[in-house]
């Protein structure tokens, strides 16, 4: 799983609802981050964070939140005020170094679905 | 704002040929180039990371080059295979921490 894995594989969302994906990483890497991605479109960041206790928003992070009180986990809410969340959401994780990050390794992903 | 495009977006050959996928950049002040592999409903897999300070980075079949001056990388995949079929990412990051990713090239090989 390279070291990072994301749960569920499949979500399903109910109108106005806030749902909460997983991403766990094993190998203490500083810097995680979530994308977006869409058919027929590159991944679009939603958050990313170097550091326990801090994160930072990325081009799309309305109508979402994230949290980072574990080094290991950096689990991502969809929530109410994201219209349109139905979508592949990727997770990843890199060293942070001399200021930026390193080769990424990413999740299986998660496909959110709205009902 | 950095923008990065993919050319060809889409790529049908018969297996065996050599291949070239294009990925041009806008803001020439990257930190690093990646290339990444995803197969239909799947996470990313990395193939190639070429530093700021790098011209290529080579991995089996697969050869990657970057002009930063120019603003472009190249990624060659020698004697192609049907197994190769995946959609090719590009991705820079630079100055403002945040990665930008090119749409990709969809590539099937054909037996």
């Known amino acids: 799983d390279g070291g990072i894995t994301q749960s569920p594989k499949y979500l399903f969302r109910k109108e106005g609802q806030n749902v909460t994906l997983s991403c766990e990483q094993n190998?203490?890497?500083?810097?995680m981050y979530w994308y977006r991605q869409d058919p027929g479109q590159g991944l679009r960041l939603i958050y990313y964070?170097?550091?326990?206790?801090?994160?930072q928003k990325g081009d799309i992070a309305e109508g979402y939140s994230v949290s980072r009180e574990k080094k290991e986990s950096f689990p991502l809410t969809v929530t109410s005020a994201q219209k349109n969340p139905t979508a592949f959401y990727l997770c990843?994780?890199?060293?942070?170094?001399?200021?930026?990050?390193?080769?990424?390794?990413f999740g299986p992903g998660t496909r959110l679905l709205v009902l | 704002k950095q923008e990065v495009t993919q050319i060809p977006a889409a790529l049908s050959v018969p297996e065996g040929e050599n291949l070239v996928l294009n990925c041009s950049f806008t803001?020439?002040?990257?930190?690093?180039l990646q290339w990444f592999r995803q197969d239909p409903g799947k996470g990313l897999t990395s193939l190639l990371l070429?530093?700021?300070?790098?011209r290529e980075q080579t991995s089996g079949r697969l050869n990657a080059s970057l002009d930063k001056s120019s603003g472009r990388s190249t990624l060659y995949i020698a004697a192609s295979q049907p197994g190769d079929s995946a959609t090719y990412l590009c991705?820079?990051?630079?100055?403002?921490?945040?990665?930008?990713f090119g749409r990709g090239t969809s590539l099937i090989v054909h037996p």
């Open positions: 990843a994780r890199s060293r942070w170094r001399g200021g930026r990050g390193e080769t990424q390794y």
């Open positions: 190998l203490n890497h500083d810097a």
């Open positions: 964070s170097q550091i326990v206790n801090d994160f």
């Open positions: 803001d020439s002040a990257i930190y690093n």
């Open positions: 070429i530093q700021s300070s790098q």
């Open positions: 991705v820079t990051s630079g100055g403002s921490y945040i990665p930008t």
